[in-house]
């Protein structure tokens, strides 16, 4: 399998890259969920979110890098088989998925930040605190936080079951191509 995207078939790097994504996002979503379960006297009380942070951090880098990789190599042509309200349908998705993704970290990064602390990462580096103080900036913050957290866990879904229907009721490649296997059965538009 070739690294780079081809116009037929997602490359390695795409296809590694989407698939941790996706696990470190509902590994934070779980974790989000019981660390605002932990009562004062847990162990966990500051080494859950000290974690979130420092994974929702290294993900917010892997998705900018996902960003740059979609104009460097970019992604393969739809199926012929696509109608244009599916074209449109993918692009939204994934448009959205995006924009939540990339706005779910930014309010985490505010929440933490509200303070004017910088956030450590694993105590390799620390990510300064360049806006804080804003009037209820940690609540407000919060707030979209977890809102954006559901929607996207909704909107991952759906994601999900669009796939397995072009899968199963389709029939087309398109899942198939995001796990690294050829395109055989429909072609993409030239």
Do not use: C
């Not at 009037?135 to 669009?162: F, R, S």
């Amino acid at each position: 399998m070739q690294w780079r995207n081809s116009p037929n078939s997602y490359g390695l790097l795409s296809i590694s890259v989407h698939w941790l994504v996706a696990l470190v996002f509902f590994g934070l979503f779980g974790l989000g969920l019981w660390m605002v379960e932990l009562d004062y006297y847990s162990a966990w009380r500051q080494t859950g979110p000290e974690l979130h942070k420092s994974i929702g951090l290294l993900l917010f880098a892997l998705m900018l890098l996902r960003l740059l990789w979609r104009f460097l190599s970019p992604l393969p042509l739809p199926l012929s088989s696509y109608s244009r309200l599916t074209r449109l349908g993918a692009k939204l998705g994934h448009g959205l998925l995006y924009l939540g993704l990339f706005a779910l970290m930014i309010a985490g990064y505010l929440i933490s930040t509200a303070d004017g602390q910088g956030i450590s990462v694993f105590d390799w580096f620390e990510v300064p605190a360049l806006l804080s103080g804003l009037p209820n900036q940690e609540d407000l913050a919060g707030l979209v936080h977890e809102y954006l957290a559901w929607a996207l866990v909704v909107l991952t879904v759906l994601h999900g079951l669009a796939a397995l229907k072009h899968h199963y009721v389709d029939r087309d490649v398109t899942l198939l191509r995001m796990l690294g296997r050829a395109a055989t059965n429909s072609q993409p538009d030239k």
